[in-house]
């Protein structure tokens, strides 16, 4: 046997037996790197569709330029990439449910900017469970890993549809742009007609986090009401808000699509880098923005006084709206990132030094964990019918000086909890 297949042979038999042993806690890892991207070396997205009773179909979406292309006997160039998915209950019960491996060759000479792979992952659970990704590159050895949360418990889950654009390739979110046209496939063939209910909603800014939150309770009457054929393709959705889509009218659940304004994630419009600088102005400066016949300027004044030159104006807007950029791709749910507890504490401290995860909270800490210089946010999850992504902060008057400390630091001209 060549030393090169007897090497390829080892690491693929190294991946196997890593990715089996999951008999550890995953509650007690840090899982800071789920919303660091940098310190990730690939950026594979996933989607997942109860495609009957029995079936899961996955999809993964990756980057072949993240990936190490081999010369090959017959002079090309391959990358080579093993993806296996274990299905576990939880964050803490990580025994192994059910499992599927693939394994993944393309060529430098076909290299597109992505590529999606297909895997099929059959099972009998029925509950709400865990997806365990390991995405390997046989020919650097490494290997990272992934989690997606299944639901085939609700009835109907939002992963008993999928939607999928004009070229039948899933979309890999759950938010709309004004020119996507979609398609959406339902795992019940027989079903011939989903019902729509159309929302637009102003929601509240985030309250912070010393402050006590009084949700109003969500008003589920509709803008409107409209059908929607299984058989209707191409798909567009203009108008701005959330479309709930469910083939039951009697239950809340159903799917979800978003459409947000401007060049969602980013935030360039005036208008909108105004709302979102919220957290950080007071009142009467918001009002006075708000009026000015000029928002263009109104915000550029604001950076350049508290920034108190150009150039460190422009890496404070870019360190903010960056930020509130980041929120918005992680922390989406019933509206923006950047408004929900999450993308607030993001937005205002920055990136935590570490992230515990289990089914039903996330605990956010910034500094050492134990210590009592360090400060800790405690979030749980909202049982929401339109979003999984809906987190709730518990919050503390203790945390009063902590928040007005750190905003007081931006105006200052400098991002809290950043290295400038």
């Known amino acids: 046997m060549p030393f090169k297949t007897f090497k390829n042979l080892l690491f693929f038999l190294f991946f196997i037996f890593v990715s089996c042993f999951t008999t550890r806690d995953m509650s007690t890892m840090n899982m800071v790197s789920s919303y660091r991207e940098s310190e ?11 495609k009957n009773d029995t079936t899961v179909q996955i999809y993964c979406r990756i980057k072949p330029s993240e990936f190490l292309f081999e010369r090959h006997s017959d002079d090309s ?18 025994k192994l449910t059910d499992s599927v491996t693939g394994s993944f060759v ?27 990704f390991f995405v390997m590159d046989n020919n650097k050895g490494v290997q990272e890993d992934f989690f997606l949360s299944l639901d085939r418990l609700s009835n109907p889950s939002r992963q008993d549809f999928l939607v999928t654009n004009s070229k039948n390739e899933p979309i890999f979110r759950n ?38 939150d009084v949700r109003s309770e969500f008003n589920y009457r509709p803008d409107s009401i409209f059908s929607i054929s299984i058989d209707k393709k191409n798909m567009v959705f203009e108008k701005e808000g959330f479309y709930h889509i469910k083939s039951d ?17 980013e935030i ?14 007071s009142k009467k400066e918001y009002d006075e923005m708000k009026s000015a016949p000029s928002p263009k300027a109104m915000i550029e004044n604001f950076w350049l006084t508290h920034g108190g030159n150009e ?22 749910s019933y509206t923006e990132g950047w408004r929900t507890d999450r993308g607030m504490i993001y937005t205002i401290f920055g990136m935590p030094n570490s992230i515990y995860k289990s089914p039903e909270s996330e605990s956010w800490t910034y500094g050492t964990v134990n210590s009592s210089l ?7 999850k909202v049982n929401n019918p339109f979003t999984e992504n809906d987190y709730s902060l518990s919050r503390s008057p203790s945390y009063e000086s902590n928040w007005f400390r750190a905003v007081e630091i931006w105006r200052q001209g400098r991002a809290y909890n950043s290295f400038y």
């Open 40 to 50: 990730h070396l690939f950026h594979p997205d996933f989607v997942a569709w109860n």
């Open 77 to 94: 160039f391959k990358a080579r990439v093993n993806i296996r998915v274990e299905l576990i209950e939880s964050y803490e019960v990580t």
């Open 106 to 132: 393309f060529n430098i000479a076909d290299k597109p900017d992505y590529l999606i792979l297909p895997l099929t992952l059959h099972t009998h659970n029925h509950g709400k469970s865990l997806l365990h």
């Open 175 to 212: 938010y709309l742009f004004s020119s996507d046209s979609i398609n959406i496939t339902y795992k019940d063939k027989s079903f011939k007609n989903f019902i729509c209910y159309f929302y637009h909603r102003d929601f509240d800014l985030a309250a912070p986090p010393y402050s006590f």
């Open 249 to 265: 009218t009697a239950r809340n659940d159903g799917l979800t699509l978003f459409r947000f304004s401007g060049n969602y994630p």
């Open 268 to 281: 360039t419009n005036p208008k909108q880098m105004i709302e979102a600088a919220r957290y950080l102005i």
């Open 311 to 332: 150039e460190r104006s422009r890496l404070l807007i870019k360190k903010y709206y960056g930020r509130v950029r980041d929120a918005n791709k992680y922390f989406a």
């Open 374 to 380: 360090a400060l800790n946010f405690f979030f749980i």
